[in-house]
């Protein structure tokens, strides 16, 4: 998604040549649901590109959290306010949706060039122009120089420890110990059953929680698919992702993991068709002490992988993207100094916030899988005073009003926007350092 939305933007400022080199055949995506928080929307609508994805998306009127073993309701969110405060509704749709619309709006760029089936192998200089060499699937390597490399290559970035040893830092990436599984119901699926018609016909997010996992569900497509995204400890060692970030889970393994959950969520998870359990292992990486090096920037999950508990890892990519395009559009010479300027402003703008919502996300998925303890009946307390309007602390922090103001109320382009002089003024005086001490 960082990919597609810097080719994007950087097209929409005028730049006259870019190139998306892509390890897959295709942009084909696995089956899989993504909720479209505003900040997203904002910046798509902008690239054009937002009309497209909100006519089968659904617009969320409330939340619901439930305990997983008994259903019953914890915590309740009216959502119906977001599209008045912040100008977009919190939406969720189908990932191929919004890839395939940033893509097609990419097609539309005569700016735009893909190169699928190519893979990055070996950054070779960093400055002044960056020159890497590329591998096609079935042809010979070879090498390309520009002016500016940004890397969009995910958890698994193949650019980021080169950074991080040219720099001499050591930082690896952190298994989490947990892994989701991603299932996606059709209508006709779940069609005999009134309990999951309803949840498929409604307009809401239903969160199952329970002791170290949790599951969230929302319709998609129109309401003909129902999405199911899971978080459980990783016990069965789900391989690292493949070329598609998806390897094969178990359906029996599945269900005994959530085995003490309610009958409604047995009988849904049942229906999943046996080979289709989709299973990722949820990765991150610690804070890195820069995203850029030379004339390269890293962009998306390849500098802030972030577990899907606040659902803004595809919009933070897509912030950064909107960014990097104001920055670059801005800086003021296309020399390599001027470049490296401009690709710090979008690290001072960016860095903090995301990193920021990284460690949130994680804060979050803590408080939803507490056992037994006083811990969990404080967040319980928390969820009923909710219920009851005594406070508006959520526990779950994607449905909390002021983590939804903090997210959504800013606009990471009109920042970037005002912000530009002093900060390229700041960080032009400053020379990029050679090295920095190990992690």
Same mark, same amino acid.
């Given at each position: 998604?960082?990919?597609?939305?810097?080719?994007?933007?950087?097209?929409?400022?005028?730049?006259?040549?870019?190139?998306?080199?892509?390890?897959?055949?295709?942009?084909?995506?696995?089956?899989?649901?993504?909720?479209?928080?505003?900040?997203?929307?904002?910046?798509?609508?902008?690239?054009?590109?937002?009309?497209?994805?909100?006519?089968?998306?659904?617009?969320?009127?409330?939340?619901?959290?439930?305990?997983?073993?008994?259903?019953?309701?914890?915590?309740?969110?009216?959502?119906?306010?977001?599209?008045?405060?912040?100008?977009?509704?919190?939406?969720?749709?189908?990932?191929?949706?919004?890839?395939?619309?940033?893509?097609?709006?990419?097609?539309?760029?005569?700016?735009?060039?893909?190169?699928?089936?190519?893979?990055?192998?070996?950054?070779?200089?960093?400055?002044?122009?960056?020159?890497?060499?590329?591998?096609?699937?079935?042809?010979?390597?070879?090498?390309?120089?520009?002016?500016?490399?940004?890397?969009?290559?995910?958890?698994?970035?193949?650019?980021?420890?080169?950074?991080?040893?040219?720099?001499?830092?050591?930082?690896?990436?952190?298994?989490?110990?947990?892994?989701?599984?991603?299932?996606?119901?059709?209508?006709?699926?779940?069609?005999?059953?009134?309990?999951?018609?309803?949840?498929?016909?409604?307009?809401?997010?239903?969160?199952?929680?329970?002791?170290?996992?949790?599951?969230?569900?929302?319709?998609?497509?129109?309401?003909?698919?129902?999405?199911?995204?899971?978080?459980?400890?990783?016990?069965?060692?789900?391989?690292?992702?493949?070329?598609?970030?998806?390897?094969?889970?178990?359906?029996?393994?599945?269900?005994?993991?959530?085995?003490?959950?309610?009958?409604?969520?047995?009988?849904?998870?049942?229906?999943?068709?046996?080979?289709?359990?989709?299973?990722?292992?949820?990765?991150?990486?610690?804070?890195?002490?820069?995203?850029?090096?030379?004339?390269?920037?890293?962009?998306?999950?390849?500098?802030?992988?972030?577990?899907?508990?606040?659902?803004?890892?595809?919009?933070?990519?897509?912030?950064?993207?909107?960014?990097?395009?104001?920055?670059?559009?801005?800086?003021?010479?296309?020399?390599?100094?001027?470049?490296?300027? &401009?690709?710090?402003?979008? %690290? +001072?703008?960016?860095? #903090?916030?995301? @990193? *920021?919502?990284?460690?949130? !996300?994680? =804060? /979050?998925?803590?408080?939803?899988?507490?056992?037994?303890?006083?811990?969990?009946?404080?967040?319980?307390?928390?969820?009923?005073?909710?219920?009851?309007?005594?406070?508006?602390?959520?526990?779950?922090?994607?449905?909390?009003?002021?983590?939804?103001?903090?997210?959504?109320?800013?606009?990471?382009?009109?920042? &970037?926007?005002?912000?530009? %002089? +002093?900060?390229?003024? #700041?960080?032009? @005086? *400053?020379?990029?350092?050679? !090295?920095? =001490? /190990?992690?």
């Amino acid at each position: 998604m960082g990919g597609l939305a810097c080719a994007l933007a950087l097209a929409k400022q005028g730049f006259t040549r870019i190139d998306v080199y892509e390890t897959a055949s295709n942009l084909g995506f696995v089956g899989a649901g993504i909720q479209l928080a505003p900040n997203m929307a904002r910046i798509l609508d902008r690239l054009g590109c937002w009309a497209d994805i909100e006519r089968e998306a659904i617009d969320l009127k409330e939340t619901s959290i439930r305990q997983g073993d008994t259903d019953n309701e914890l915590g309740h969110v009216d959502l119906r306010y977001i599209r008045e405060q912040y100008g977009y509704p919190h939406m969720v749709g189908h990932r191929a949706s919004l890839a395939g619309s940033l893509f097609a709006g990419c097609q539309k760029e005569k700016s735009i060039t893909f190169h699928f089936s190519t893979s990055v192998v070996h950054v070779n200089s960093f400055s002044p122009k960056p020159s890497f060499t590329l591998k096609p699937r079935n042809g010979e390597p070879y090498t390309v120089t520009t002016d500016v490399l940004l890397a969009a290559g995910g958890v698994k970035s193949l650019v980021r420890p080169q950074i991080l040893k040219a720099l001499n830092v050591h930082a690896e990436v952190q298994d989490t110990g947990q892994a989701a599984y991603r299932i996606m119901l059709k209508r006709e699926e779940v069609q005999h059953d009134p309990e999951l018609v309803a949840l498929i016909d409604g307009d809401s997010v239903t969160r199952w929680i329970g002791e170290k996992r949790h599951i969230i569900a929302y319709p998609v497509a129109s309401k003909t698919i129902y999405n199911i995204s899971t978080t459980q400890p990783d016990a069965n060692f789900a391989a690292a992702p493949s070329a598609t970030y998806t390897t094969k889970g178990s359906k029996s393994s599945m269900l005994n993991t959530f085995a003490d959950f309610c009958p409604k969520i047995q009988r849904m998870l049942a229906l999943v068709p046996d080979g289709e359990v989709c299973k990722w292992k949820l990765r991150v990486h610690s804070p890195l002490p820069t995203w850029v090096h030379g004339s390269v920037a890293l962009v998306g999950d390849a500098c802030h992988p972030t577990l899907p508990h606040l659902a803004q890892g595809a919009a933070q990519a897509i912030e950064d993207a909107a960014v990097l395009a104001v920055v670059l559009a801005r800086c003021p010479a296309a020399d390599a100094r001027a470049v490296n300027a &401009a690709l710090r402003v979008y %690290e +001072r703008v960016r860095k #903090e916030r995301a @990193e *920021m919502l990284v460690e949130l !996300a994680a =804060a /979050s998925g803590r408080a939803l899988h507490l056992g037994d303890g006083a811990a969990r009946a404080e967040r319980d307390r928390q969820f009923a005073a909710l219920k009851e309007r005594r406070g508006a602390a959520v526990p779950d922090k994607w449905a909390d009003a002021d983590v939804q103001r903090m997210i959504y109320g800013s606009d990471c382009v009109q920042v &970037a926007q005002d912000e530009f %002089e +002093r900060l390229f003024g #700041e960080v032009g @005086e *400053m020379k990029e350092p050679a !090295a920095v =001490a /190990s992690l």
